[in-house]
């Protein structure tokens, strides 16, 4: 008889459907935000952009904190010594970098008695002084606490994920002590993330400059077989979105997140309910939605309680590295952090959040620099972004799970982002829409142009599946001095799909894509038709350079591929199915695209306005459709 792997749960028991109608009801009243008219995108500009003003007002001071300290060396912590070892630091490349000494001492529990304590007194600052310190567990952030490290604090968050299956709130039997998480969009029960926050108010995660560093020790092996947490991604590693490779230190027959699990039981016992139609739907036409990575959306898509939803020990499902949910007044400042198990920020269901001056470096597969999630007033500056994935993706619940509503009213300034698969990316996580982005004065630097290209500067992705909306989408001022991918890439479409995919470059290759076809085959249950509408790009300036024998700025300007009718697999009649619309570009010069002959890709669209664009040269008035 195999054992009962159903979680004992002793914490309280979760709020599944937590809606938030009060607070976005509030939201429309609140006087500091000016209320945007319907219309074209082109029009009542300047109120969007004193809308944005009123946030970045609004977050000026989001924390408050009493004025004691309370120093972790006080509490037990002891710095360690390192040593070196060699590790990936990227897709493909390995260095030697530093660790923890054999002898180090773990921190976890100095580390909790100081924040506790902290919090006990009614708040102040948890200070980690200069040095190594090793932690083999969460740090578990506080109400009116704020945790800083000094100049030369360094944390080596252990890199053997058994450590993030022992501390958790839930007990979950044989998967470990887990923690209430989101994977991609999806509620679950898995690894504690590095950094953790729940139902918290007024904190703070700051450094004193770059180097007082978070280090998630992604690409340091765990095992003699050389495994770490990023060849957990297993064989579905896309680099610059093109070509199908394998994860750092993964080897043919290793379990992962995309190989079928053993352990993920079937939707018949998970979901009784449903009849063998749906599960079919769900589950689609061969196995493969028995590895992790399918299995927890369709679980989603099964109705199956989030407690009921148990990864950890024996699943693959890498965790965030730093994870907040449904917190408020929030500060993140001026830290490095680096080598993250997978994305390196996502906060969910969050509201007042600022994060300024930090340095995201994580090249590793799926290492977002920021995700914030169903998250509502949210400002980003002077960052720098240095991403294995998107640098930042603004994301909105996934499948069914979508209860915490629209993430809305975020404002990116004075970022700069180097490599990653997009610089300002929404979704593809966008089931409960996205409205009122703001992204000025940005420098899509590109720095590492000649060998680990920006794939593209402004993406959305969607499909057919993931659904929701995106509206009032506001950017002005970016330059992109290093291009982006010389190269074209799309995904692969489904079988009769009506698109011609010749010259393509919605996943690689165009400083502007919208793609509502992303990845349409790894959902299986396609239902939801986006809706993007609303959007107002001006004054992007891209710059041209030479590699390989091929000279330019990017293979397309602008790819915008629209949602596909024929992606629609529900019981008829289909919803309506609309055309990406009121789009708006503006006095931008896009360099000169490799693709001369398309540098604009368009289907489904409507009202496509182009007013002093430049593309190789030539001036562009016109409104298209397609």
Sequence with gaps: MKPDRRPVLKAPRLQRRRLLQAGAAALLTRPWLPVLAAGRAGTNNSDAWRRADAIVAALKAP??????????????????????????????????????????????AN???????????????????????????????????????????????????????????FDCAANGKLTLSRWQSNDCLNYSPMVYARDA???????????????????????????????WKGRNRTKNAVSQNTAPGYKEGQPTQVSPN???????????????????????????WRGDERYLPALSEAGVPAEQRVFGRGHYLRPPMIHFINCSNVLLQGYHV????????????????????????????????????????????????????????IKAGKNRDTQYGPARNIVIQRCTMQSGHGAVTLGSEMSGGIEHVYARDLVFENAHWQTDPLNIAIRLKTNMNRGGYLRHFYVKNIKVPNGVQLSASHYALLPGSPIDTKGLSTAAGAVISFDCDYQPGADS?????????????????????????????????IAILGPVVSDYNGPPP??????????????????????????????NVADLTLDNVRIGGKRLDTVLHA
């Design 111 to 169: 580390f909790k008695a100081a924040i506790e304590a902290c919090a006990a007194a009614g708040g102040g600052r948890v200070v980690i002084p200069k040095g190594y310190w090793y932690c083999a567990g969460p740090l578990v952030l506080r109400s009116n606490v704020h945790v800083h490290l000094q100049a030369g604090a360094h944390i080596l968050f252990s890199q053997y994920p058994e450590h993030y299956a022992q501390h958790g709130e």
């Design 262 to 288: 053993p352990l993920n039981k079937p939707l018949a016992e998970m979901a009784p309910a449903l009849d063998a139609a749906q599960r079919k739907l769900i589950e689609g036409e061969d196995d493969k």
């Design 338 to 393: 680096r080598n993250t198990p997978f994305w390196q920020h996502h906060p969910v269901n969050c509201r007042n959040l600022v994060i300024r001056q930090v340095h995201a470096e994580s090249r590793g597969p799926n290492s977002d620099g920021f995700d914030p999630e169903a998250c509502d007033r949210v400002l980003v500056e002077d960052c720098v972004f240095d991403s294995g994935d998107d640098c930042i993706a």
């Design 574 to 603: 289909a919803p309506p199915v609309l055309p990406v619309r009121r789009v708006t570009i503006r006095n931008c010069d896009f360099g000169i695209p490799v693709n001369a002959a398309q540098p604009i890709w368009l289907y």
């Design 525 to 557: 249950v396609r239902l939801r038709p986006p809706e993007v509408s609303d959007v107002h790009i001006e004054n992007v300036s891209v710059g041209n350079v030479a590699k390989g024998g091929v000279s330019g700025s990017c293979y397309q300007a």
């Design 63 to 108: 924390v408050r904190f009493r004025k004691e300290d309370f120093v972790v060396t006080h509490f037990g912590a002891q710095p360690c010594r390192t040593k070196q070892v060699k590790a990936w630091v990227t897709h493909d490349d390995q260095e030697l970098v530093p660790t923890q000494a054999d002898d180090a001492h773990d921190c976890y």
């Design 201 to 231: 108010s007024n904190f703070a995660l700051t450094g004193e400059d770059w180097s007082s560093t978070l280090d998630g020790q992604g690409g340091v092996a765990f095992n003699e077989a050389g495994e770490c947490w990023w060849s």
